[in-house]
């Protein structure tokens, strides 16, 4: 195994958990409370370590913490040097939302799309070569100057051009006048896998020599970006550029996303996920809970019923795996998760009462659920379990 070239030695992770704002969330069932203090000090904090200006990822809803809250406190508050979008509707909607600084759309456009691209003012990549012209003439209508940042896939192999393609759009774009080269970028495919440590140098080898073929060229594109969360975290300074595209580090949740030779960041996590206890009963043994009969009572049981189900983003799969805190202590998911509610068995939890805080993600009398934890038991990441969580959780914003 290679070692990897970690970045600064930082310490423990901060586990400091959410402030509980209870009054607040008092007329909440359940809610997902978004602490933007520990946005705040996390972006700072990757602001430094990079050294370079940050674009803070906001794609997705901003990975299930609320696009606009979210990218407004980043803007106003804050003050991010650039986002990150995946498509132009979700550029559209910070433009129109009142968001000023650069935003750049990582998935490009489809035909049709360009015009939203030009007329919100957004930089975009572009998917395969076949875009320019339509891109081209939207700006030219318009008579504005739209700003490109081409990818190069170095080792990804989804989005980005091929090196053996760059020539030609670079020619492509040379004809162009509407059209303005502003970034190089490319994506690691593995920067978390200390075992794919070499494969991650290659990709950046390869980029910056496809830097010094365009720049051979005549241009010079005034960003030049490779690093992701796991990038910033393993590969600096040599994946820096100028520029850094950082997502799940923002959110104070990528830790089954980073290498785990390096020392964890000290980020500290932004979303909790609570619901109230809604009901209450005892079921003598033999008694089966919920759709299919799955769990059937062993003991005298006390089962707690909360109102958050896969509706809201629990996923089904938690159903007999999952648990949550209640009274700072671990209550397991009993019986199937359902649309809207799921049951806990609280046992083993003096004085349990109605209205008491289940605990899905977060901090809880001194215990904690990660979301990474969380993630574990829906058998996948903390990224896509946070951006599962549908419009129905409220998001409270913590200052
Ligand atoms: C092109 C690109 N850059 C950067 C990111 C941010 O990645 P992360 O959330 O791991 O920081 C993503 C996220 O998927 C991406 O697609």
């Known amino acids: 195994m290679t070692a990897l070239n970690c970045s600064d030695a930082l310490g423990g992770k901060d586990a400091s958990s959410q402030p509980a704002a209870l009054e607040a969330?008092?007329?909440?069932?359940?809610?997902?409370?978004?602490?933007?203090?520990?946005?705040?000090?996390?972006?700072?904090?990757?602001?430094?370590q990079a050294g370079v200006p940050v674009m803070a990822m906001v794609k997705a809803n901003a990975y299930g913490h609320g696009l606009i809250p979210v990218a407004t406190y980043l803007q106003d508050v804050v003050r991010v040097d650039w986002f990150g979008v995946a498509t132009p509707d979700e550029g559209a909607r910070l433009r129109q939302a009142g968001i000023k600084r650069p935003i750049l759309v990582l998935g490009g456009f489809w035909f049709g799309q360009e015009e939203s691209i030009v007329h919100y003012g957004l930089a975009?990549?572009?998917?395969?070569?076949?875009?320019?012209?339509?891109?081209?003439?939207?700006?030219?209508?318009?008579?504005r100057i739209t700003a490109v940042h081409l990818e190069v896939d170095t080792g990804i192999g989804r989005l980005g051009l091929s090196p053996t393609q760059l020539d030609a759009v670079l020619q492509a774009l040379g004809r162009c006048r509407h059209i303005r080269l502003e970034g190089l970028m490319t994506h690691f495919a593995s920067a978390d896998v200390p075992e794919h440590a070499e494969f991650t140098r290659e990709q950046i080898k390869r980029h910056w020599s496809v830097v010094e073929r365009v720049r051979a060229a005549g241009w010079s594109p005034d960003y030049i970006h490779l690093a992701n969360s796991a990038g910033l975290h393993?590969?600096?300074?040599?994946?820096?550029?100028?520029?850094?595209?950082?997502?799940?580090l923002l959110y104070g949740i990528a830790g089954d996303a980073l290498s785990p030779v390096c020392p964890p960041p000290p980020t500290r996590p932004?979303?909790?996920?609570?619901?109230?206890?809604?009901?209450l009963k005892t079921v003598p043994p033999g008694t089966p809970l919920g759709y299919?009969?799955?769990?059937?009572?062993?003991?005298?049981?006390?089962?707690?019923?909360?109102?958050l189900g896969y509706g809201d983003g629990l996923h089904r799969v938690q159903s007999n795996r999952g648990r949550?805190?209640?009274?700072?202590?671990?209550?397991?998911?009993?019986?199937r998760v359902s649309m809207d509610v799921t049951m806990l068995d609280v046992t083993d939890i003096p004085d349990v009462a109605l209205g008491d805080v289940a605990t899905f993600i977060g901090a809880q009398g001194g215990?904690?659920?990660?979301?990474?934890?969380?993630?574990?038991?829906?058998?996948?990441?903390?990224?896509?379990?946070?951006?599962a969580l549908t419009a129905r959780v409220t998001r409270h914003y913590v200052t």
Not at 36 to 45: G, I, Q, S, V
Not at 126 to 132: N, R, T, V
């Open 270 to 279: 932004v979303l909790s996920l609570h619901a109230r206890i809604l009901g």
């Open 292 to 307: 299919g009969c799955t769990f059937v009572a062993h003991r005298t049981t006390r089962v707690a019923t909360v109102p």
């Open 25 to 48: 969330t008092a007329h909440l069932a359940a809610w997902a409370d978004i602490n933007l203090l520990h946005l705040k000090h996390n972006y700072e904090w990757l602001r430094r």
């Open 234 to 248: 393993a590969f600096l300074p040599a994946a820096a550029g100028n520029l850094v595209r950082v997502g799940g």
């Open 324 to 335: 949550a805190l209640v009274r700072g202590r671990l209550a397991p998911i009993v019986g």
């Open 367 to 387: 215990a904690t659920i990660s979301a990474e934890a969380y993630a574990a038991a829906m058998g996948t990441i903390a990224l896509e379990a946070t951006t």
């Open 124 to 143: 975009t990549t572009l998917p395969d070569p076949a875009y320019i012209s339509a891109l081209e003439q939207a700006a030219g209508r318009r008579g």
